[in-house]
């Protein structure tokens, strides 16, 4: 879907400028690090089921990128590169970054065209992030600095293929997506997934909802997937924005007993603009691995977060996130490993140097 998520798009956290400008063509830059103390002390030195700031007690690069936007009436060009390990995990379980390591590189890579006379109508073609959750894979452009559970394990994280999105009205639009299997650039059921994706904006609220199916077992067109991904964004005035996630995931299994995996989560997240420089946000969830498909554990997992936010300039933010994470079973290292504890508590100090827009 051509709309961005909804933390991203709020009313309190507008996107700067692009660094520079050229005869049609836009640069950006971000620098993204942090340090995350684990009152576990893990002997693995891994943060459990985290997906970006995932390494225990030393200071360690997230994301270092570049971005490239050209645009014009009709076509366009969006590619970001860089490194970090942000983007070797979210390509770690992709057959074409592994065979083509250059893959690991991008993020983003695709072509749009903009027809006329079609009121805004947007067609894109290559890898784009997933247009499900309420959060990106930016953590400047989120409220919190981690990222939720349903992000990390309910959802996919980008997609390849072609996808559109169309006004239907002033208020209303809606698209279609024909994209590869989740996280994968080629070589896994290609262009056998479809998406629907739709948006309702008011006022005051932000209505999106998204559903893709399609096959993505590696090596059969069999045991389809299915995903229901709503949110909805609470505008009510500049100084704070709320919004509540759902979403629902279904894999049929292949030539076992169990004919299914699913999954369920909810969270609900709020944003406090204190002064012009300083914010305050809150996450609270629930996620329900009901057969262990996501986590390897069949468990029901719960967290809250607190973050406080200081932008010192408009090139740099810190934020400073207080996260605890419990599970209705011993499930989190302790140590040296030889015991598990049924929670966690980490405390997380990020920071962002940005230039230009998150897109």
Not at 18 to 35: E, M, R
Request: charged share 20%.
């Amino acid at each position: 879907m051509a709309a961005a998520q909804t933390t991203g798009t709020g009313a309190d956290n507008p996107a700067p400028a692009p660094a520079l400008k050229y005869d049609g063509w836009a640069f950006s830059a971000l620098v993204d690090g942090y340090i995350t103390y684990n009152g576990n002390h893990p002997a693995s030195g891994a943060n459990q089921l985290y997906n970006f700031n995932t390494q225990d007690d030393q200071p360690e690069l997230s994301l270092a990128k570049f971005t490239i936007d050209k645009s014009n009436a009709v076509f366009g060009l969006h590619v970001d590169a860089g490194f970090g390990e942000t983007l070797r995990l979210i390509h770690a379980g992709d057959p074409a970054a592994i065979d083509h390591k250059g893959l690991r590189y991008l993020e983003q890579a695709y072509a749009i065209v903009k027809p006329g006379h079609t009121h805004g109508a947007e067609f894109d073609f290559g890898q784009f992030n997933s247009s499900a959750g309420a959060e990106v894979i930016e953590s400047n452009a989120n409220w919190n600095y981690s990222r939720s559970l349903l992000f990390a394990w309910a959802i996919p994280a980008y997609e390849f293929g072609f996808r559109s999105n169309v006004p239907i009205s002033k208020e209303f639009s809606a698209g279609f997506q024909l994209v590869n299997a989740w996280n994968t650039v080629w070589g896994n059921n290609d262009l056998k997934n479809i998406g629907i994706t739709t948006a309702l904006t008011k006022p005051h609220y932000t209505w999106q909802v998204n559903y893709c199916e399609g096959p993505n077992h590696m090596g059969s067109t069999g045991g389809n997937r299915n995903l229901v991904d709503t949110t909805v964004l609470l505008t009510p005035n500049d100084k704070f924005n709320a919004y509540v996630n759902f979403d629902y995931g279904h894999d049929n299994r292949i030539g076992t007993a169990v004919s299914h995996d699913n999954w369920t989560g909810v969270a609900g997240a709020a944003r406090l603009q204190l002064r012009s420089k300083t914010a305050l946000a809150a996450r609270i969830e629930w996620f329900g691995d009901r057969t262990g498909f996501a986590t390897g554990v069949i468990q029901n997992l719960k967290e809250v977060t607190i973050s406080g936010e200081r932008k010192q300039n408009k090139y740099l933010l810190t934020r400073l996130e207080f996260r605890h994470d419990w599970s209705d079973r011993p499930f989190y290292e302790l140590g040296s490993g030889a015991a598990v504890k049924t929670y966690m508590d980490t405390l997380t100090l990020g920071v962002v140097v940005s230039a230009g827009p998150y897109k």
